[in-house]
Protein backbone atom coordinates (compact mmCIF):
# COMPACT_ATOMS: atom_id res chain seq x y z
CA UNK A 1 0.00 0.00 0.00
CA UNK A 2 1.15 3.66 -0.38
CA UNK A 3 3.12 5.05 1.88
CA UNK A 4 5.66 7.82 2.38
CA UNK A 5 9.60 6.72 2.49
CA UNK A 6 12.48 8.52 3.81
CA UNK A 7 15.87 8.27 3.96
CA UNK A 8 18.11 7.47 6.04
CA UNK A 9 16.49 6.19 8.96
CA UNK A 10 19.39 6.44 10.96
CA UNK A 11 22.39 9.64 10.92
CA UNK A 12 24.81 9.64 13.28
CA UNK A 13 26.91 12.95 11.67
CA UNK A 14 29.77 15.33 13.74
CA UNK A 15 28.85 19.53 14.46
CA UNK A 16 29.22 21.06 11.04
CA UNK A 17 28.65 18.68 8.63
CA UNK A 18 25.86 19.00 6.51
CA UNK A 19 22.96 16.57 6.87
CA UNK A 20 20.18 15.95 3.72
CA UNK A 21 17.68 14.35 4.46
CA UNK A 22 15.01 12.80 1.93
CA UNK A 23 11.41 12.14 1.69
CA UNK A 24 9.03 10.52 -1.55
CA UNK A 25 5.44 11.60 -0.27
CA UNK A 26 2.43 9.01 -1.63
CA UNK A 27 1.58 9.32 -5.47
CA UNK A 28 -0.30 11.64 -5.76
CA UNK A 29 -0.35 13.90 -2.46
CA UNK A 30 0.04 17.88 -3.39
CA UNK A 31 1.21 18.94 0.06
CA UNK A 32 4.44 17.60 2.05
CA UNK A 33 5.18 18.87 5.41
CA UNK A 34 8.60 18.66 7.49
CA UNK A 35 8.39 18.31 11.63
CA UNK A 36 10.83 17.91 14.10
CA UNK A 37 10.01 15.71 17.34
CA UNK A 38 12.06 16.15 20.46
CA UNK A 39 11.20 15.50 23.64
CA UNK A 40 11.48 18.80 25.08
CA UNK A 41 9.24 20.97 22.07
CA UNK A 42 7.27 18.19 20.93
CA UNK A 43 5.84 17.99 17.10
CA UNK A 44 7.23 21.57 15.59
CA UNK A 45 6.23 21.93 11.88
CA UNK A 46 9.51 23.42 10.40
CA UNK A 47 8.22 23.88 6.45
CA UNK A 48 5.54 22.58 4.61
CA UNK A 49 4.80 22.47 0.07
CA UNK A 50 1.56 22.72 -1.50
CA UNK A 51 2.26 21.93 -5.13
CA UNK A 52 5.61 21.99 -4.95
CA UNK A 53 5.74 25.57 -3.97
CA UNK A 54 6.97 26.61 -0.03
CA UNK A 55 4.05 27.97 1.47
CA UNK A 56 5.27 28.67 4.69
CA UNK A 57 8.29 27.77 6.69
CA UNK A 58 8.60 29.60 9.45
CA UNK A 59 9.39 27.21 12.19
CA UNK A 60 12.81 26.64 10.54
CA UNK A 61 16.21 28.54 11.38
CA UNK A 62 16.74 29.77 8.13
CA UNK A 63 20.69 30.29 8.82
CA UNK A 64 21.58 26.86 8.90
CA UNK A 65 18.31 24.71 7.29
CA UNK A 66 16.81 24.72 4.42
CA UNK A 67 13.83 22.63 2.03
CA UNK A 68 12.87 21.88 -1.63
CA UNK A 69 11.05 19.79 -3.66
CA UNK A 70 13.18 19.32 -6.54
CA UNK A 71 9.87 17.63 -7.92
CA UNK A 72 6.65 16.10 -7.15
CA UNK A 73 8.20 12.86 -5.53
CA UNK A 74 10.97 13.89 -3.90
CA UNK A 75 11.39 16.61 -0.85
CA UNK A 76 14.52 17.54 1.02
CA UNK A 77 15.51 18.98 4.31
CA UNK A 78 19.10 19.52 5.07
CA UNK A 79 20.98 21.02 7.88
CA UNK A 80 24.01 23.25 6.89
CA UNK A 81 26.34 23.49 9.60
CA UNK A 82 24.22 21.05 11.62
CA UNK A 83 25.01 21.89 15.12
CA UNK A 84 24.31 19.58 18.27
CA UNK A 85 20.75 21.17 19.38
CA UNK A 86 19.63 19.76 16.33
CA UNK A 87 19.48 16.08 16.84
CA UNK A 88 16.22 14.95 16.88
CA UNK A 89 13.64 12.41 14.86
CA UNK A 90 12.39 14.74 11.64
CA UNK A 91 9.12 13.57 9.59
CA UNK A 92 7.64 14.11 6.82
CA UNK A 93 4.23 13.77 5.78
CA UNK A 94 2.03 14.31 2.91
CA UNK A 95 -1.53 15.25 1.97
CA UNK A 96 -4.10 15.76 -0.37
CA UNK A 97 -4.94 19.29 -0.14
CA UNK A 98 -8.59 20.31 -1.44
CA UNK A 99 -9.77 16.85 -1.67
CA UNK A 100 -12.23 16.44 0.69
CA UNK A 101 -9.90 14.51 2.98
CA UNK A 102 -9.09 18.46 4.28
CA UNK A 103 -5.77 18.14 5.19
CA UNK A 104 -5.55 14.29 6.51
CA UNK A 105 -1.25 14.06 6.76
CA UNK A 106 -0.02 10.80 6.49
CA UNK A 107 3.36 10.22 8.17
CA UNK A 108 6.95 8.48 7.07
CA UNK A 109 8.67 6.73 9.55
CA UNK A 110 11.21 9.58 10.79
CA UNK A 111 15.15 10.40 10.33
CA UNK A 112 16.79 9.87 13.84
CA UNK A 113 19.61 12.67 13.51
CA UNK A 114 22.05 12.24 15.97
CA UNK A 115 24.89 15.21 15.82
CA UNK A 116 27.56 14.96 18.41
CA UNK B 1 -4.19 31.97 18.55
CA UNK B 2 -4.79 28.55 17.43
CA UNK B 3 -3.84 25.98 20.23
CA UNK B 4 -4.03 22.21 21.55
CA UNK B 5 -3.75 21.47 25.04
CA UNK B 6 -3.77 17.98 26.48
CA UNK B 7 -3.97 17.71 30.01
CA UNK B 8 -2.26 14.70 30.71
CA UNK B 9 1.38 14.34 29.97
CA UNK B 10 1.15 10.29 30.80
CA UNK B 11 -2.06 7.69 31.72
CA UNK B 12 -1.52 3.96 32.89
CA UNK B 13 -4.74 1.90 32.41
CA UNK B 14 -4.95 -1.70 33.31
CA UNK B 15 -5.31 -3.97 30.04
CA UNK B 16 -9.71 -4.59 29.68
CA UNK B 17 -10.20 -1.38 31.64
CA UNK B 18 -12.13 1.62 29.36
CA UNK B 19 -9.67 4.60 28.73
CA UNK B 20 -10.27 8.83 28.19
CA UNK B 21 -7.40 11.00 26.92
CA UNK B 22 -8.33 14.48 26.95
CA UNK B 23 -8.08 17.02 24.34
CA UNK B 24 -8.90 20.98 24.51
CA UNK B 25 -8.54 23.28 21.43
CA UNK B 26 -8.76 27.08 21.10
CA UNK B 27 -9.84 27.88 17.31
CA UNK B 28 -12.02 30.60 16.32
CA UNK B 29 -13.40 29.21 13.74
CA UNK B 30 -15.53 25.70 13.24
CA UNK B 31 -12.25 23.31 13.96
CA UNK B 32 -10.99 20.16 12.09
CA UNK B 33 -9.92 18.22 14.38
CA UNK B 34 -7.63 14.66 14.49
CA UNK B 35 -6.06 11.93 16.38
CA UNK B 36 -2.93 10.69 15.58
CA UNK B 37 -1.00 7.31 17.52
CA UNK B 38 2.85 6.82 17.48
CA UNK B 39 3.99 3.85 18.56
CA UNK B 40 7.57 3.45 19.79
CA UNK B 41 9.79 4.07 16.54
CA UNK B 42 7.58 5.12 14.34
CA UNK B 43 5.33 7.55 12.64
CA UNK B 44 1.75 8.99 13.62
CA UNK B 45 -0.87 7.22 12.58
CA UNK B 46 -4.48 8.77 12.01
CA UNK B 47 -6.83 7.15 14.18
CA UNK B 48 -10.06 9.29 13.61
CA UNK B 49 -10.93 13.04 12.14
CA UNK B 50 -13.70 15.01 12.38
CA UNK B 51 -15.16 17.63 10.01
CA UNK B 52 -18.28 18.23 10.74
CA UNK B 53 -21.95 16.49 11.12
CA UNK B 54 -22.06 13.79 13.89
CA UNK B 55 -20.27 14.69 16.69
CA UNK B 56 -19.55 11.41 17.64
CA UNK B 57 -16.64 9.92 15.21
CA UNK B 58 -15.65 6.24 15.05
CA UNK B 59 -11.86 5.66 13.92
CA UNK B 60 -9.75 2.50 13.68
CA UNK B 61 -8.67 0.28 16.14
CA UNK B 62 -12.30 0.35 18.22
CA UNK B 63 -11.24 3.92 19.00
CA UNK B 64 -13.78 6.57 19.53
CA UNK B 65 -13.94 10.64 19.82
CA UNK B 66 -16.90 12.98 20.62
CA UNK B 67 -16.07 16.52 19.68
CA UNK B 68 -18.09 18.96 22.04
CA UNK B 69 -18.28 22.38 20.77
CA UNK B 70 -19.28 23.81 24.33
CA UNK B 71 -16.68 22.65 25.86
CA UNK B 72 -13.46 22.95 23.15
CA UNK B 73 -13.32 19.49 23.89
CA UNK B 74 -12.42 16.52 21.31
CA UNK B 75 -11.70 13.43 24.12
CA UNK B 76 -10.44 10.17 22.74
CA UNK B 77 -12.38 6.74 23.76
CA UNK B 78 -12.25 3.33 24.15
CA UNK B 79 -13.90 0.48 25.95
CA UNK B 80 -11.55 -1.66 26.71
CA UNK B 81 -7.62 -1.04 26.20
CA UNK B 82 -5.56 -3.86 24.60
CA UNK B 83 -1.33 -4.01 25.66
CA UNK B 84 -1.14 -3.19 21.60
CA UNK B 85 -2.43 0.25 22.54
CA UNK B 86 0.36 1.75 24.58
CA UNK B 87 1.54 4.51 22.66
CA UNK B 88 2.03 7.93 22.08
CA UNK B 89 -1.48 9.62 21.30
CA UNK B 90 -1.81 13.47 19.62
CA UNK B 91 -4.71 15.33 19.06
CA UNK B 92 -4.20 18.58 16.68
CA UNK B 93 -6.58 20.81 14.96
CA UNK B 94 -6.30 21.98 11.34
CA UNK B 95 -5.50 25.84 10.87
CA UNK B 96 -6.05 28.15 8.05
CA UNK B 97 -3.66 27.15 5.27
CA UNK B 98 -3.38 23.35 5.81
CA UNK B 99 -1.30 23.81 8.93
CA UNK B 100 -2.01 21.51 11.62
CA UNK B 101 -1.32 22.19 14.84
CA UNK B 102 -0.68 19.36 17.26
CA UNK B 103 -0.98 19.21 21.04
CA UNK B 104 2.09 17.96 23.40
CA UNK B 105 0.68 14.01 23.49
CA UNK B 106 -0.53 11.91 26.23
CA UNK B 107 1.69 9.02 27.04
CA UNK B 108 -0.19 5.58 27.74
CA UNK B 109 0.78 2.77 29.65
CA UNK B 110 -1.20 -0.63 29.94
CA UNK B 111 -0.36 -2.94 32.58
CA UNK B 112 -1.39 -6.75 32.20
Known amino acids: DARVTQTPRHKVTEMGQEVTMRCQPILGHNTVFWYRQTMMQGLELLAYFRNRAPLDDSGMPKDRFSAEMPDATLATLKIQPSEPRDSAVYFCASGESGSGNYNEQFFGPGTRLTVL | AQSVTQPDIHITVSEGASLELRCNYSYGATPYLFWYVQSPGQGLQLLLK??????LVQGIKGFEAEFKRSQSSFNLRKPSVHWSDAAEYFCAVVTSYDKVIFGPGTSLSVIP
Open chain 2, 50 to 55: YFSGDT
